[in-house]
């Protein structure tokens, strides 16, 4: 996958043609940034942040939503480097807690099958979590998954999820407006979320932490935008995340089938058409977020949206800012998992 070479030419054409998708879907708020060989490329902020017309900003946050588990995922394979995880040893080796499931399975679970959807968990389920196939035989969506790991990396390392991604990623990439943890400062800077009909469904005046997912959370808590995600796009074009080579070859390897056409690796979906693409979605109400990068060519798109009809949005530049030829498999892949 490339940006297009129109527009690393010409970058002025790149704002008319994200206003008018914007115009044509319906999008209040975008932030936007395209990375060439590496390097930033492009980056801008369009739109509205809030219900009163405020213009988007470079410092706007948004809900990232699963695009955290990109993150989480690299610091987990990070700590393998270190020593301090084993990737294929169960958790509830490690774990010094209850079981969060009597189904005795449940002690079968791996970080890799929490990395890969293959721990048999669902999405989001209370307690006792019911198992539906045997670790590692399957596929299945698990934030659930990525919020285990998550206790037991805390707990092996003996500090929280935001000190470590700050220790590994915020401080040394300068991603500096991140956080995991609902601040007010974060509130402050917060975009309204907007829904089908271009009415305000959030506004995050409050830390969450009810039901069975609450912040920090490795699955869906990063405060951010597009100019600070592409921090880390950067960081992973460049040095692999600070992995190991052969840490970062098993991140993009296939581990799990999703689709016949969307494979999963350890903290990113895969393309079969597309080897060398690494690639997220997030999707939580009022926020729409994509994270697209190519290993080989180096480049890459992010694009974070403020609005319930962001997919389409995300889904369109694909199409229009690169060559990319992975974008109906995986829009097949999201549609079906909402």
Known sequence: MQIRSEFLQNPEAIAPLVRAEMERVGI????????????????????VKDAAGSPMTEDTMFESASLTKTLFGTLVLRLVDEGK????????????????????????????????????????????????FDPGSQFCYSGEGYFLLQHMVEQVTGKGLESLLREYFFHPLGMNGCAVDWTPEIGAAFSHGFGEDGSVVKIRDERSDKDEAPEPN?????????????????YML???????????????????QATPEIPWGLGWGLSVKEPSILWHWGDNGGFKSLSLLDWETKDALCVYTNSNRGAALWSSLGRLLT?????????AFVRANP
């Open 323 to 331: 060559d990319t030829t992975s974008m109906d498999d995986i829009d």
């Open 85 to 132: 995880v084993g990737l294929d040893r169960p958790i509830m080796d490690v774990l010094k807690a209850e079981p969060w499931s009597d189904d005795p399975r449940f002690a079968l679970i791996t970080p890799r099958h929490c990395l890969c959807h293959a721990c048999g968990m669902p999405n989001w389920q209370a307690k006792p979590i019911k198992i539906h």
């Open 218 to 234: 490795a699955a869906w808590s990063l405060y951010a935008n597009a100019f600070e995600m592409a921090k880390f796009q950067q």
């Open 28 to 47: 209040p708020g975008v932030t936007l940034a395209l990375l060439h060989k590496g390097e930033i490329h492009y980056a801008a902020a369009f739109g």
């Open 238 to 256: 460049q040095e692999h995340g600070g992995l190991r080579p052969e840490t970062f070859q098993a991140q993009h390897t296939p581990q799990n």
